[in-house]
């Protein structure tokens, strides 16, 4: 594209060395419409309505996670150059750093976690949609309307092997992009450079630097304090050949025998959890935005390619459509004078003005509980000699899976690390050798109760019966977790 930079900015990255090789190649990328949407796509959703601190968007995100990606490559690169990174394979580690959120819809996660389930039940299981899909969709469209190929080939980079590779490191590692179940065979790299998988979206152990970023922006937003520390991670970065185990020998990306900040890394990612992306209100709060999204979505119309039109849950399927639709479809709904729209508007009139559900409680369990089981067994099994009648329409159940990043996994046993004696081999650290203290059971359930009807008769009865309905689930310890809502 004709990228003009003004003087000043020039002079400014000349100065740190900046304006060499990579910049203007990576501007490319991020100079088109299709990157600068994620300036109006909140990185928290709704948890903006709860921490007003929270304002950031996609775009820094992806600007950081770009850096970084590049940052860990280059490292490798110094300490390592037996490796064989390129230029070129750092290119793609940062491009595939810069572009791996272009996916996301309005309010990030609650696009394709809730609205999207809601409104194209259609698409389960091998048809289910994600964002990690849509990033890679909107990358080509990117690259194909920008005319970035002869970009990316002045660059050095082979065309198409370099651009599946950018791909699959967005996807996860060795996975067709299209097709998660099937095992790559001839992919972007060799199996010498499996490591760089590992860099942008870790599906080995989630130590990537997605999170990194995200950490570290996050908990600054949030008033959380990040322990964290990606730069003591990088400084001990190394490339290590395993141990044989049952399958065949690799190389794979290890730290230090000093586990401390891995634990760190972890149990950061747990308190973020707890404490912000499934906080009670921050949840009600994006339900009740999808509750309005669903009722608006025949109602909201985006034109797409050759002139069609879409709704918001089928531009997923056309980039052109999908490049328009961002967090401004809120104010679409709530400027909008359409008797259409009338319900969907009073949704967000009550988010504004905090006419919120309210949360009868929330506890955690071991075991995954059916949210209709919940709803029938407090508005009707449990109901007693009350007057108020409540039926599962006027409950809201929130089930979510809460562990440490690699489901019921001791995400520990899938890092390896290295003695400074011995650099370039690396071993598993044996539970006994770290601490008595670490957890046993590394995932739990989160249910969270709303009610629609916020009287105090009628919160009243959904509290009790919500108690009642826990002890006849004989979970232990449930009541100690029943949060007082107000």
């Known amino acids: 594209p004709n990228l003009k930079l003004d003087s000043n900015i020039k002079s400014f990255l000349t100065m740190f060395g900046l304006l060499e090789y990579i910049f203007y190649f ?59 990174i390129t230029k070129r394979d750092i290119l793609c580690v940062q491009i595939a750093g810069l572009c791996h959120d272009l996916g996301h819809g309005p309010f990030s996660h609650l696009f394709d976690k809730k609205f999207i389930p809601k409104a194209r039940p259609d698409l389960k299981e091998d048809k289910k949609w994600t964002h990690e899909k849509a990033s890679l969709d909107m990358l080509n469209h990117l690259i194909t309307v920008n005319n970035l190929k002869p970009v990316m080939k002045g660059y050095r980079l082979e065309l198409p092997v370099d651009l599946f590779f950018i791909e699959e490191l967005i996807i996860g590692k060795r996975t067709y992009p299209h097709d998660p179940k099937k095992q790559l065979e001839h992919g972007g790299r060799k199996p010498e450079k499996y490591f760089l998988y590992e860099i942008v979206s870790n599906k080995r152990n989630s130590i990537d630097v997605d999170k990194w970023d995200y950490f570290a922006r996050d908990c600054h937003h949030l008033g959380i304090k990040n322990n964290f520390d990606h730069d003591r991670f990088i400084k001990f970065a190394r490339v290590c050949e395993v141990d044989k185990e049952k399958d065949a020998e690799e190389k794979l990306i290890c730290t230090r025998d000093k586990v401390g900040n891995v634990y ?223």
């Open 26 to 84: 990576l501007f490319c990328f991020s100079y088109t419409p299709q990157f600068q949407r994620l300036r109006n796509i909140k990185q928290l959703g709704g948890a903006y309505y709860v921490f007003p601190g929270a304002s950031h968007n996609r775009f820094e995100h992806s600007i950081g996670v770009g850096y970084l990606a590049g940052k860990l490559a280059k490292s490798l690169q110094n300490k390592q150059p037996g490796l064989n």
């Open 264 to 486: 760190d890394f972890f149990q950061t990612r747990n308190c973020l959890h707890r404490r912000a992306y499934k906080h009670k209100v921050s949840n009600i709060v994006e339900t009740m935005i999808t509750e309005a999204f669903v009722l608006a979505d025949q109602h909201l119309q985006f034109k797409g390619s050759d002139g069609k039109m879409f709704t918001m849950s089928t531009a997923i399927e056309d980039m052109v459509a999908y490049t328009k639709l961002t967090d401004n479809v809120f104010e679409q709904i709530l400027v909008s004078t359409l008797e259409e729209l009338a319900l969907a508007r009073a949704i967000l009139e009550n988010i504004l003005n905090r006419r919120l559900y309210k949360c009868v409680g929330q506890f955690y369990t071991k075991k995954k509980i059916n949210d209709t089981e919940v709803c029938v067994c407090v508005c009707v099994c449990l109901a007693g000699d009350e007057d108020i009648n409540l039926t599962p329409n006027d409950l809201i159940v929130n089930v979510t899976k809460m562990n440490y990043g690699m489901g019921k996994k001791n995400p520990i046993d899938h890092v390896r690390f290295y003695r400074k004696s011995a650099p370039n081999r690396a071993f598993k650290i044996p539970r006994g050798q770290v601490s008595t203290l670490i957890p046993g059971h590394f995932q739990e359930w989160l249910i969270q109760v709303y009610c629609k009807r916020t009287d105090k008769e009628s919160l009243g009865t959904a509290r009790e019966r919500f108690e009642r309905w826990c002890n006849a689930q004989v979970i232990i310890y449930c009541l100690q977790f029943i949060a007082p809502c107000g």
